[in-house]
């Protein structure tokens, strides 16, 4: 067992934890923070992304040890009570939902890439959540989710 501590969405955690446990299943089973969702385990969906010191991770992929001083952001951080994020509340506004299982991770996607560049392009947008899967029905209201952040964040 080994204690680290963390910023969890502005909270600091101490945790002590097996050096073999993943951030996404600290997150999920001892913080109860469930947004970031279980996927493919391998990386490969972005399901479990969370932002960690300002850069989209695959949750599942680290080792919760690794995280000692980290500042991670999870989905449910975004909120202030019932006020939602800018791109929270975007996608909403363009029915970038669908069945929401890829919701979180699209979400922090779209968060971080507005981060480092705010004049994203289409192009740029599709690339950025490249290695966040949907199921459902496709990635065009996602896309206009996180453009219209943007055009809203320009002025």
């Given at each position: 067992?080994?204690?680290?501590?963390v910023?969890?969405?502005?909270?600091?955690?101490k945790?002590t934890?097996?050096?073999?446990?993943t951030?996404?299943?600290?997150?999920?089973?001892?913080?109860?923070?469930?947004?970031?969702?279980r996927?493919?385990e391998?990386?490969?969906?972005?399901?479990c992304?969370?932002?960690?010191?300002g850069r989209p991770?695959?949750?599942?992929m680290i080792l919760?040890v690794?995280?000692?001083?980290a500042?991670?952001?999870?989905?449910?951080g975004?909120?202030?009570?019932?006020?939602?994020?800018?791109?929270?509340q975007?996608?909403?506004?363009?029915f970038?939902?669908?069945?929401?299982?890829?919701?979180?991770?699209m979400?922090?996607?779209g968060?971080?890439?507005?981060?480092e560049?705010?004049?994203?392009?289409?192009?740029?947008v599709?690339e950025?959540?490249?290695?966040?899967?949907c199921?459902?029905?496709?990635?065009?209201?996602?896309?206009?989710a996180?453009?219209?952040?943007?055009?809203?964040?320009k002025?």
């Open positions: 067992m080994k204690t680290i501590q910023k969890v969405n502005g909270y600091v955690e945790l934890i097996a050096p073999n446990r951030l996404l299943d600290v997150l999920r089973e001892d913080l109860a923070l469930t947004g970031a969702k996927g493919c391998a990386g490969e969906c972005g399901a992304t969370v932002i960690v010191n991770v695959n949750s599942c919760a690794e995280m000692d001083g500042e991670i952001l999870t989905i449910e975004l909120s202030r009570g019932t006020q939602l994020d800018d791109m929270q975007s996608f909403i506004d363009e970038a939902l669908q069945c929401g299982y890829c919701t979180p991770g979400i922090l996607m968060k971080a890439l507005l981060a560049n705010l004049q994203p392009t289409e192009e740029t599709r950025y959540i490249g290695g966040n899967l199921r459902c029905t496709g990635y065009e209201n996602i896309i206009k996180i453009l219209a952040v943007a055009a809203a964040r002025g």
